[in-house]
């Protein structure tokens, strides 16, 4: 049974385990109803659509609008240890929210990781494909697209219309500026000036990368070109002598 606050209609089942959220409600303890689990102090906003096997960690918020599909997790712990003396490591507590704004999506199986100190945000519009991970403390501008198998560092500020590829994989402590676009299985381990179309591991401009890509491909027919030169400068050297 859902244990809610707000006033208002209960939540919506359409019967095949999707659960429409039509006004603002505050979860004063633990719920689970449909497949999914929405924990205390979970703040779901009006008009919110969340799919099965969801789980809502404690002290979450999701503004109106937004759409969570299957199996996502947000509020899961960020990834967070010290090493001991003894070389073992002890967990530091995640305790921090995650906070969703409007009109958002996030896809099946995403997991959105709460921090120790702080929030990780995800700003208004932003679209966000399955098997994405959003690290601890990170933050997503305004209408962000991110596809399939993006994984984000933690504390990365990322900014507003940014578009990433399927599996970008982005370092942590970094800031990606405004309109930064970056193709597929790019690497980026620095931070990223706004407007920039970067490529490849570790991320170059796209124009770079397709030359050096060209060059790439030329490698091995330009390795068997200087050993036939070397020989034949060998030769001449040897007549010479």
């Known amino acids: 049974m859902l244990s809610v606050t707000g006033g208002g209609r209960a939540p919506r089942s359409s019967g095949s385990g999707v659960v429409e959220f039509t006004t603002l409600r505050r979860f004063e303890a633990l719920a689970t109803t449909h497949a999914l689990m929405i924990a205390a102090d979970a703040v779901i906003g009006p008009d919110c659509v969340v799919h099965s096997h969801v789980s809502i960690r404690e002290r979450c918020t999701l503004g109106a609008r937004v ?26 507590p995640q305790t921090a929210p995650v906070v969703i704004e409007d009109d958002v999506e996030i896809g099946a199986n995403t997991t959105i990781d709460r921090p120790a100190v702080g929030e990780t945000r995800i700003k208004t519009g932003t679209k966000i494909d399955n098997l994405v991970q959003i690290a601890h403390g990170v933050v997503l501008g305004r209408h962000v697209l991110l596809a399939a198998q993006v994984g984000i560092a933690g504390s990365t500020i990322v900014g507003d219309h940014v578009t990433f590829g399927g599996q970008v994989g982005v370092g942590g402590h970094l800031t990606i500026g405004d309109r930064v676009k970056a193709v597929g299985q790019t690497g980026i381990t620095n931070s990223v000036a706004a407007d920039q179309f970067v490529s490849g591991y570790p991320a170059i401009p796209n124009n770079e990368w397709r030359r050096s890509s060209v060059v790439f491909r030329k490698l091995p027919e330009m390795r068997r070109q200087l050993k036939h030169l070397e020989a034949r400068l060998k030769k001449i050297e040897e007549t010479d002598d």
Do not use: C, L, M, T
């Open 67 to 92: 759409v969570v599909q299957n199996g996502a997790v947000i509020g899961s712990d960020g990834y967070g240890f010290a090493q001991r003396p003894d070389g073992s490591h002890e967990k530091i």
